[in-house]
């Protein structure tokens, strides 16, 4: 089997306030972006690819300065162009994120044989051990429990303890939002589930955003089936998202980074 990571950076940041693009902010020296990447070598992925946005040259210069030429010839940059709504400049979402990376999927000559692993920019403590169990059984999503999951998407499982489906907070009703299984965002996919499902994806919701959640439920109806890995709650840094500067500050609080 062979695998390829996806790496999502191509969100605006601007909760950061910062004219510096969000996955390039450092933690313990490093951009943020690069213990992802470094993660993405050591499960030995044949390609990487950077899914990038407005700020595609800075963080491409910048990602060349830490790794070596050989490294480098299999990470790839794809552009996530902007969506223009009312005026307002906003990304397509994590499902658009994907969705731009298959023409380079499809090019590729891939098959059943190759799995996909969708990875954050923005959530560098994830560590291997993590990433080796995820990846014991394709077509998986990384979950855990929070005792404040606001702000994530919740996990719904069917009466078979299998999971069922995933709602963003955003479209969550109050009795939803009482739950504490939420997704990690890191995903482990077959490539031909990976090439049927992704392009069903619809925007119908109240972000306007294609949802990368919306893959679970459509794989399911779809007959590919999806697992789950549980993340221990102990370990719950490990999914911990940069999205601010006092999450910057919390981030650069650790000393367990694996450079």
Known sequence: M????????????????????????KVNDYPMIYYVIKRAIEMKSIDILVVVGKYQNEIENNIKKYFTNEEL???????????????????????????????????????????????????????FNTLQKLTVLQNSLLITQLENPTGCGRIFFNRNSQIEKIVEEKDCDELQK????????????????????????????KSGEYYLTDLIEISIKRNHGFYFYELEQNKNYEIMNINTPAELEKANERNDYVV
């Not at 062979?2 to 902010?25: D, E, F, Y």
């Open 73 to 127: 010839i299999n990470i790839h940059f794809i552009n996530q162009p902007e969506i223009i709504e009312n005026g307002i400049e906003k990304v397509g979402g994590t499902g658009h994120a994907i969705k731009c990376c298959l023409p380079h999927l499809i090019n590729s000559k891939l098959d059943s044989s190759t799995n996909i692993l969708i990875l954050s920019g923005d959530v560098p403590l994830l560590s």
């Open 178 to 205: 009482r739950n504490k299984y939420v997704n990690c965002g890191i995903y482990y996919v077959n490539f031909i589930t990976l090439i049927d499902c992704i392009p069903l994806i619809q925007n119908n919701n």
């Open 2 to 25: 062979s695998l390829v990571t996806i790496i999502m950076a191509g969100g605006l940041g601007k909760r950061m306030n910062s004219t510096i693009p969000k996955v390039l902010h």
